[in-house]
């Protein structure tokens, strides 16, 4: 399965943007997808993650109430709804899937490229 993320930009502060992680194969239906995030200078960190069929979501403290994922299986497709940004949510982001449906602990075997977001005061 190859993933690629999309959607980055750049935003000012408080404003929504919503990447997208689509990926290639059809095991990314059976798949366990998760968000992170670098910034510059700083580690990876966690953002989001959803379950193989949607039905389960977990979210970084720094993310919650603010950031929606979302998982559509037709569309081979993982979303990151970004609400409320903030000049520290200013990262690179990358979507990783776990093929073997991990849960609550994905072992992410594939990883995207990453797409850039800048959110600006």
């Known amino acids: 399965v190859q993933l690629q993320a999309s959607g980055g930009g750049v935003v000012q502060v408080g404003g929504s943007l919503r990447l997208s992680c689509a990926a290639s194969?059809?095991?990314?239906?059976?798949?366990?997808v998760g968000w992170f995030r670098q910034a510059p200078g700083k580690e990876r960190e966690f953002v989001a993650r959803v379950s193989w069929n949607g039905a389960l979501r977990n979210y970084a403290d720094a993310v919650k109430d603010r950031f929606i994922i979302s998982k559509d299986n037709s569309k081979y497709t993982v979303f990151l709804q970004m609400g409320s940004l903030r000049p520290d949510d200013t990262a690179t982001y990358y979507c990783a899937a776990d093929p073997s449906r991990g849960w609550p602990a994905p072992n992410y075997k594939q990883w995207g490229q990453g797409t850039l977001v800048t959110v600006s005061s």
């Open positions: 194969g059809r095991a990314f239906m059976f798949s366990t």
